[in-house]
Structure formats: structure tokens, C-alpha cells
């Protein structure tokens, strides 16, 4: 059987394990699922009894629903579909900060008034390092 048609059959069959977390807490989840994600959950369903219990000790019981919610939910595409989106965000606005950056001192040297020390010396170290970073690209 295929894996895309053993998930979509999840919801209805009954779960077959029972995921104890450190406060005593059980959740039932499906055996085929924990397995799949993790080899050691994979051993530990083997050695425990049909319908048996996956004990979990020292998580608490809200992090194992999260865990579960992931396995159940997720594919490891997704997640690193949303890795990567996370990245390209951080790197966009990291660039539209040193471009709001770059115009304000622009903007500041441009000025009839002097311009603050600061400011001079932040536009020259600007300008000296956009050479060198262009410098090494060629």
C-alpha cells in the first residue's frame, strides 16, 4: 500500500498505541505514523504489546500533542518549504534595511548643512565596503 493512501486511511482507523507523556497523560495515536517519523519510536512500538504504551518520559504533555500534531499534519516538504520561505523573508528585509539605510545617508550627505561626523563616516564605511564586496564578485 502506498504511503499517500495509508495517511489518507488515518481517520478511519482506530488507533492502535497509546503515547504516555511524564505526567501520566495518554494519547492515542496510530503506530504506522510514529514509526514512519522516528526509528526509535519505530523500536519502541515494536517491543511494546499490541496496543501497547509508547512512554515519553520528561516531555510534557502540550509538547508531545505539538510533536504529534507535526507528525500527524506535516511532510517534511512542507516544513522545508516554510524554512526556506523563513530564510528568503530574513534575507528581503535584511536588503530593504540596508537600502532605507543606504538613502537616508545618501539623503544626509546630500544636504546643504554638513552632516553630522557620524553620519559622513557611516557613509564612507558604506560606500568602501559596497566596493569591496562588488570587487570580489567580478
Known amino acids: 500500500m502506498a504511503l499517500s493512501t495509508a495517511f489518507?486511511?488515518?481517520?478511519?482507523s482506530p488507533a492502535d498505541v497509546r503515547?504516555?507523556?511524564a505526567d501520566g497523560s495518554g494519547i492515542r495515536a496510530h503506530s504506522s505514523v510514529l514509526a514512519s517519523a522516528s526509528p526509535v519510536l519505530e523500536r519502541m512500538i515494536e517491543q511494546a504489546p499490541r496496543g501497547?504504551?509508547?512512554?515519553i518520559a520528561g516531555a510534557s504533555t502540550g509538547a508531545v500533542v505539538v510533536f504529534l500534531r507535526f507528525l500527524y499534519a506535516a511532510s517534511v516538504s512542507n516544513?522545508?518549504?516554510n524554512m526556506e520561505k523563513g530564510k528568503v523573508d530574513k534575507t528581503w528585509k535584511l536588503?530593504?534595511?540596508?537600502?532605507?539605510?543606504?538613502?537616508?545617508m545618501s539623503a544626509w550627505a546630500k544636504r546643504p548643512v554638513p552632516a553630522p561626523e557620524i553620519v559622513q563616516k557611516s557613509w564612507a564605511k558604506y560606500n568602501s565596503s559596497s566596493r569591496s564586496r562588488a570587487a570580489r564578485f567580478r
Open 79 to 81: 516544513f522545508k518549504t
Open 95 to 104: 536588503l530593504v534595511k540596508k537600502v532605507m539605510r543606504a538613502r537616508v
Open 52 to 55: 501497547g504504551v509508547v512512554p
Open 8 to 12: 489518507s486511511a488515518l481517520p478511519t
Open 19 to 21: 503515547v504516555v507523556t
